[in-house]
């Protein structure tokens, strides 16, 4: 150790001077960072499977994306640049809250950005702009077990996995199609990982599945409350379950974003008055601002920049 | 006669930065089996252990990972060094074992000694770190599995002799059965369960992964 260390250590404030309550890098203990780490390999190792951890109590409430945030405190460092998104935006409570908090506590660079983002900590969804190698998406997971609302017990889920015993999770799939002519499930489309594990992808639209299959980047998955962590490595096939004469299809949209005029994007819809009055943007923030910044102009977006005009 | 000296120096330099550092390489080899991976760090592991092998011991082991060692390892140094620097139990057990090490050309036991995990938890199984001479120069090795898009390529010099059989046997376990690391000095290589090795005929080069 030659040059003294600059970096400012967490829970120190600028003038260097140690408040009462310091803590570790990325706020963890490095005894729950090596549990964690060796989780998440073997989790890599067997890809699609639940592994369970010793997940700790976060200086957030259980549902706020502890599992994601204790999966990015393990693997982050110095060097990381952090997005964080919460249904696709980067400036809802959840992601500013997470975000905030590794700046805190791991003095990590942090971007709306996704093409620049080492890692990217998301709730709900997949970022329009196609993942890179090297890049880590961490979920937040609610629910990890896709069994868990046709069977309650943990011990029989187990089994179910442990026999590759995935019938009941079909039946659901049939039972869909039999009271709404086609599979009605929209969001934690279930997934087989690897020809082997049915997994849950976490509650994210089924138009995200399709990412999920080959991607470049790795994929984490943490949840605190249930205490599990699965991953899913690049390359690796995840197919959405269907069946023959019902093959899987994502939500289509009849029209473009419209602030930034994409199409083939997950759009979400804004309620403007209360005489019925709607929007569709895209709920991906980071993609319609880039989109935006280019010169793409949407329906919505001409009107109010003309508006703008006209009022000034 | 152990050497104090060699028990309570040659650690990370800086334990969280370095262990962290250590870790995401270890993490994106084993997310993209066939990839070698280089430790950076100035840490000294006392010999027979390598620097990517001590790397590591000290990421991953602390005192829930009861550690196996090859019989030439727990002579030497190496369980002061465990112990001082991570406080890991070493075990006799192998199929106790969370991490499992063996030195260059140490014999390789059956693998099905070690824990493989259960059909239920397959996570509960060994990871063995298997020193070889080098990744590069050996026989040249043909991967396929998830984290790689088509084939990658490995060449292990001084891999044991069963290996490639053993690995088979293990594959055929899924999901149970145990992952490996192979290092070489600095360079790490890390095989998860799911990587399917075959011999690379001679005249074919190994793809590239991209």
Known sequence: ?312 | MLSRTETFSGGFADPVFDAQTAFRMLMDCMARPGEIGEVALSLSPPAPLGIAAGAVMLTLCDHDTPVWLSPKLSQSPVPGWLAFHGGAPVTPERHDARFAFFETKAPLPALGAFALGTQEYPDRSTTLIIEVASLKDGQPLLLRGPGIRDTAGIAPGGLPADFLRQWNENGALFPRGVDVVLTAGRQLVALPRTCKITAAAVAETPASEG
């Open chain 1, 1 to 312: 150790m030659s040059a003294p260390d600059t970096r400012p250590a967490p829970g120190q404030d600028s003038a260097g001077e140690t408040e009462l309550a310091a803590y570790n890098f990325a706020y963890l203990d490095e005894q729950t960072k090596r549990m964690i780490r060796r989780a998440i390999l073997k989790a890599i190792a067997i890809p699609g499977y639940q592994v369970p951890f010793a997940s700790r109590e976060m200086p957030m409430p259980y549902g706020w994306g502890t599992g994601g945030v204790q999966v990015t405190a393990a693997i982050i460092g110095p060097e990381d640049v952090l997005k964080v998104i919460d249904q696709g935006a980067d400036d809802t409570t959840n992601a500013v809250s997470i975000r905030a908090f590794f700046q805190k506590v791991a003095a990590v660079r942090a971007t709306t950005h996704t093409a620049d983002a080492t890692i990217i900590q998301t709730r709900h969804r997949i970022p329009e702009h196609t993942l890179q190698e090297g890049q880590v998406l961490v979920y937040q997971v609610p629910i990890p077990e896709p069994l868990r609302f046709l069977e309650p017990r943990e011990t029989e889920t187990r089994k179910m996995h442990a026999l590759e015993e995935y019938g009941l999770m079909h039946v659901k799939l049939y039972e869909d199609i039999a009271r709404h002519g086609r599979i009605a499930t929209t969001y934690a489309y279930p997934v087989k990982v690897h020809g082997r594990y049915v997994m849950d992808p976490s509650p994210t639209p089924k138009f995200d599945n399709p990412k999920m299959h080959r991607s470049e980047a790795l994929q984490l998955f943490g949840a605190g409350r249930e205490k599990r962590i699965y991953a899913v490595p690049p390359h690796t096939d995840v197919v959405s379950l269907d069946f023959e004469d019902h093959p899987f299809e994502v939500q289509q949209f009849d029209r473009p974003c419209a602030l930034c005029g994409a199409t083939h994007v997950y759009l979400d819809e804004v309620v403007l008055d209360d005489r019925g009055g709607r929007m569709f943007v895209c709920s991906d923030t980071d993609y319609c601002e880039t989109r935006q910044a280019e010169g793409h102009v949407g329906e919505m977006l001409a009107t109010t920049a003309t508006d703008r005009e006209a009022a000034e």
